[in-house]
Antibody, heavy 118, light 107 residues
Framework: QVTLKESGPGILQPSQTLSLTCSFS??????????VSWIRQPSGKGLEWLAT???????GYNPSLKNRLTISKDTSNNQAFLKITSVDTADTAIYYC??????????WGQGVMVTVSS | DIQMTQSPASLSASLGETVTIECLAS??????LAWYQQKPGKSPQLLIY???SLQDGVPSRFSGSESGTQYSLEINSLQSEDAATYFC?????????FGAGTKLELK
């Protein structure tokens, strides 16, 4: 049974660094072909892909966030992480992590709400 | 970046009807397209992968097809539980991009 769960600070101030954790079970990030991605969704809006990390440690980032993103993983503890530096109010959103197979994002976490506010 | 132009933005249909949602890719994405369903307050759910393959557990009234860079999601025999927002997503190249979404309402 595959599950993923995101965790984060809930609320933070502009210019701070957002640190998110995705804890998962039912698969391993050391298995060939498996990746974990982060996607976000502002309230009432569409989906924005942020970053992906794969089993062999390759990474992909959305260039629209201008080098503010860092994705990493802890294979032993079945976790993936995302850091976003210099947040502002535009980063307020629900953040999802999802397992990615070659065909798409087949399992998603429940999402974690992050609010950036002074 | 590959742009995904999704249409319509919204539609209203009756139980039992058939609806089609389309996504136009700005370049060839070689069938690397997925469709997702999202209900209010819930995470997206994968319906179709690789343009036309049905994800395990998804009802067979959902189907996907392609013609060139145009991708379509068809829902046959609409059920009340199909009321949701639907997104397409290309995974051919970084940055992965989503369509803007189609909100399906049942009359």
């Amino acid at each position: 049974q595959v599950t993923l769960k995101e965790s984060g600070p809930g609320i933070l101030q502009p210019s701070q660094t957002l640190s998110l954790t995705c804890s998962f079970s039912g698969f391993s990030l050391s298995t060939s072909g498996i990746c974990v991605s982060w996607i976000r969704q502002p309230s009432g809006k569409g989906l924005e892909w942020l970053a992906t990390i794969c089993w062999e440690d390759s990474k992909g980032y959305n260039p629209s966030l201008k080098n503010r993103l860092t994705i990493s993983k802890d294979t032993s503890n079945n976790q993936a992480f995302l850091k976003i530096t210099s947040v502002d109010t535009a980063d307020t959103a629900i953040y999802y992590c999802a397992r990615q197979l070659p065909g798409g994002f087949d399992y998603w976490g429940q999402g974690v709400m992050v609010t950036v506010s002074s | 970046d590959i742009q995904m132009t999704q249409s319509p933005a919204s539609l209203s249909a009756s139980l039992g009807e058939t609806v089609t949602i389309e996504c136009l890719a700005s370049e060839d994405i070689y069938s690397n397209l997925a469709w997702y369903q999202q209900k209010p307050g819930k995470s997206p759910q994968l319906l179709i992968y690789d343009a036309s393959s049905l994800q395990d557990g998804v009802p067979s009234r959902f189907s996907g097809s392609e013609s060139g860079t145009q991708y379509s999601l068809e829902i046959n025999s609409l059920q009340s539980e199909d009321a949701a927002t639907y997104f397409c997503q290309q995974h051919h190249d970084y940055p992965y991009t989503f369509g803007a979404g189609t909100k399906l309402e049942l009359k």
